[in-house]
């Protein structure tokens, strides 16, 4: 007669660890860690220039519940600069709670899940305006003096004022 083998089944027991992750993840909200407090307020936490070339997707809990695990999206050009500064982003956001909810930072440089969630959106650099010269307002308002409104004139020589800023001097 064979005897049954029981592969993979645990007979009615389950893992320490898998009973107190639950457990373990409510202390550590109690404690102030909360996901969405990270997420909400990335940029406060990690500034402004990390913010924009990063984004975290995940954090998630180990087999031992001993600190978590941060996962960051970014983009391929920016991931080495990232991964150097790993250290430095753990570090800001133990401080931001108060004590070492986050024990690693892994980089991704696409949503953890598949690559349709991993699209990225950061916030684009601001547009830098050049101010038009005195030479060139003059020119835009010689322009429109033809014009007998005011306010047409006015909006004309702003507009002629704008479009020879951005034109190179060979095009003028």
């Not at 909400?40 to 936490?45: G, I, L, R, S």
């Not at 975290?56 to 500064?85: F, H, R």
Request: overall charge positive.
């Amino acid at each position: 007669m064979k005897q049954q083998r029981h592969i993979g089944t645990t007979r009615g027991f389950s893992r320490a660890a898998t009973l107190m992750q639950t457990r373990i993840r409510t202390a550590s909200e109690e404690r102030g860690f909360a996901v969405t407090r990270l997420l909400t307020h990335w940029a406060e936490v990690v500034g402004d220039a990390t913010a924009s070339t990063a984004t975290p997707v995940n954090v998630s809990y180990g087999k031992g519940g001993m600190g978590a695990t941060l996962t960051l999206l970014t983009t391929g050009a920016q991931a080495p600069m990232l991964e150097m500064q790993k250290e430095k982003i753990r570090e800001k956001v133990n401080a931001c709670y108060g004590y070492r909810a986050i024990a690693r930072v892994r980089i991704t440089q696409t949503a953890p899940t598949g690559f349709s969630e991993g699209r990225v959106a950061f916030t684009p650099a601001p547009k830098t305006r050049k101010a038009p010269t005195a030479e060139i307002r003059a020119a835009a308002e010689t322009l429109a003096d033809t014009v007998e409104s005011d306010e047409l004139r006015t909006a004309l020589a702003a507009l002629g004022a704008n479009v020879l800023t951005k034109q190179n001097p060979e095009q003028r």
